[in-house]
């Protein structure tokens, strides 16, 4: 009882609205009050007392140097989280490598570790070794701690859920999900390395990104994400992740397009993804020559041919009929497709614009804005950034 008391007189008390100071804060490299009363809405007086009692207690300092001069001559205060500067680890899978990088709260990549993406059946245990890099790099660099890894994968994945169970393992099927063990990555993980991990759908991460890197930040947003890798698509609703009840929210790859199409590892007939995939499957066989992937075609529509536009923009045509049906049911503000193809993605958001135009309501065809992202790779970046302050932004 004695001892109940003692740690009781000792405790530094700290509100909820302390913590959700803190861990905004946290992956800055400084922010002011009316920015933290902004992002966790919250009145500026509490935030005000709130970064008061912080600064007592020497948790939050102000920021010094350049910035923070820069900062006062506006009138501006920043703070920052005293003591060791925050880290964040992401491990992405990209163009079919895996890569874990270590960023600044500048959101400034520091390191990169590229490896051959592991066994999809592995799960979590094939992942141990490329977190340990990640660990050991975040030692070498001085004042900095890592404490928390964001796993952005390219596949349905739900906290806590894993990534689905189903999936077909007939001979001869494109490999899909490239996470197919149905396990809590984060707790695996996390136990192994005293870490906090984040595991988050790609297409959501960049989503979140997207929505959170424009000044004036848009609420409701169907993200599409286009590679060799498949299709990755996202649904941003009232400003929340639509994630669903199993990680399947927002997935367009799996939509049947032809009940009587080739059979998907997800098990289902004529999925989108697949007829995307396939478009250029016919041309090839004529011609005897190697299936053209979506690499190639980039590489040749660069080149300015022809034919690669074309079945370009029929990609776009084939994607624009699932997101005419999406937008008239979401009424989103924006479509944004994902650009890492570079100049060759104009073509398919041309061909996504022409189905829009005959299979949604005139009133939603015109006030959709068809974008295409200018934040390329980063996008997956910030929206890493965005994902570990999703909790202290909720309150
Ligand atoms: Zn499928």
């Given at each position: 009882?004695?001892?109940?008391i003692?740690?009781?007189?000792?405790?530094?008390?700290?509100?909820?609205?302390?913590?959700?100071?803190?861990?905004?804060?946290?992956?800055?490299?400084?922010?002011?009050?009316?920015?933290?009363?902004?992002a966790?809405d919250?009145?500026?007086?509490?935030?005000?007392?709130?970064?008061?009692?912080?600064?007592?207690q020497?948790?939050?300092?102000?920021?010094?140097?350049?910035?923070?001069?820069?900062?006062r001559?506006?009138?501006?205060?920043?703070?920052?989280?005293?003591?060791?500067?925050?880290?964040l680890?992401?491990l992405?899978?990209?163009?079919?490598?895996?890569?874990?990088?270590?960023?600044?709260?500048?959101?400034?990549?520091?390191?990169?570790?590229d490896?051959?993406?592991?066994?999809?059946?592995?799960?979590?245990?094939?992942?141990?070794?490329?977190?340990?890099?990640?660990?050991?790099?975040?030692?070498t660099?001085?004042?900095?701690?890592?404490?928390?890894?964001?796993?952005?994968?390219?596949?349905?994945?739900l906290?806590?859920m894993?990534?689905?169970?189903?999936?077909?393992?007939?001979?001869?099927?494109?490999?899909?999900?490239?996470?197919?063990?149905?396990?809590?990555?984060?707790?695996?993980?996390?136990?192994?390395?005293?870490?906090?991990?984040?595991?988050?759908?790609?297409?959501?991460?960049?989503?979140?990104?997207?929505?959170?890197?424009?000044?004036?930040?848009?609420?409701?947003?169907?993200?599409?994400?286009?590679g060799?890798?498949?299709?990755?698509?996202?649904?941003?609703?009232?400003g929340?992740?639509?994630?669903?009840?199993?990680?399947?929210?927002?997935?367009?790859a799996?939509?049947?397009?032809?009940?009587?199409g080739?059979?998907?590892?997800?098990?289902?007939?004529?999925c989108?993804?697949?007829?995307?995939?396939?478009?250029?499957?016919?041309?090839?066989?004529?011609?005897?020559?190697?299936?053209?992937?979506?690499?190639?075609?980039?590489?040749?529509?660069?080149?300015?041919?022809?034919?690669?536009?074309?079945l370009?923009a029929?990609?776009?045509?084939?994607?624009?009929?699932?997101l005419?049906?999406?937008?008239?049911?979401?009424?989103?503000?924006?479509?944004?497709?994902?650009?890492?193809?570079?100049?060759?993605?104009?073509?398919i958001?041309?061909?996504?614009?022409?189905?829009?135009?005959?299979?949604?309501?005139?009133?939603?065809?015109?006030?959709v804005r068809?974008?295409?992202?200018t934040?390329?790779d980063?996008?997956?970046?910030?929206?890493?950034?965005?994902?570990?302050?999703?909790?202290?932004?909720?309150?």
């Amino acid at each position: 009882m004695g001892e109940q008391i003692y740690r009781y007189h000792s405790l530094v008390v700290i509100t909820r609205t302390d913590e959700r100071v803190l861990g905004y804060a946290r992956y800055t490299d400084g922010v002011d009050r009316a920015e933290l009363a902004r992002a966790l809405d919250l009145p500026r007086p509490t935030v005000v007392s709130s970064v008061g009692r912080l600064m007592t207690q020497g948790r939050l300092v102000a920021v010094d140097g350049e910035r923070g001069r820069a900062a006062r001559g506006r009138g501006r205060h920043l703070v920052r989280v005293s003591g060791a500067a925050a880290l964040l680890g992401l491990l992405a899978w990209r163009h079919g490598r895996l890569t874990a990088s270590l960023y600044d709260v500048r959101r400034e990549r520091l390191i990169g570790i590229d490896r051959d993406p592991p066994d999809p059946r592995s799960g979590a245990e094939g992942l141990m070794e490329v977190v340990d890099a990640l660990v050991r790099a975040a030692a070498t660099i001085p004042g900095s701690a890592l404490d928390t890894v964001v796993v952005s994968v390219p596949a349905p994945f739900l906290r806590g859920m894993g990534a689905p169970r189903e999936h077909s393992s007939l001979p001869g099927l494109p490999r899909g999900f490239h996470v197919t063990n149905a396990e809590d990555f984060d707790t695996r993980l996390a136990d192994r390395f005293d870490l906090t991990v984040i595991t988050e759908n790609n297409a959501n991460l960049a989503a979140l990104g997207e929505q959170y890197a424009r000044p004036d930040r848009i609420d409701n947003v169907i993200y599409l994400m286009i590679g060799d890798d498949g299709i990755g698509s996202a649904v941003v609703a009232n400003g929340r992740l639509a994630r669903g009840a199993h990680g399947y929210g927002g997935e367009l790859a799996h939509l049947q397009l032809d009940r009587n199409g080739p059979l998907c590892h997800c098990g289902g007939r004529g999925c989108l993804w697949m007829a995307v995939r396939d478009l250029s499957l016919p041309y090839s066989e004529t011609a005897g020559t190697d299936p053209v992937d979506l690499t190639g075609l980039t590489r040749l529509s660069d080149a300015h041919d022809p034919g690669a536009h074309r079945l370009l923009a029929d990609i776009g045509r084939m994607l624009g009929r699932p997101l005419g049906h999406l937008s008239t049911f979401l009424d989103p503000e924006a479509i944004i497709v994902d650009a890492t193809l570079g100049e060759a993605v104009d073509h398919i958001i041309r061909g996504i614009a022409e189905s829009l135009a005959v299979e949604a309501p005139p009133v939603i065809a015109r006030n959709v804005r068809l974008e295409r992202s200018t934040l390329g790779d980063t996008a997956e970046v910030r929206g890493a950034f965005e994902i570990v302050r999703e909790a202290v932004r909720r309150g």
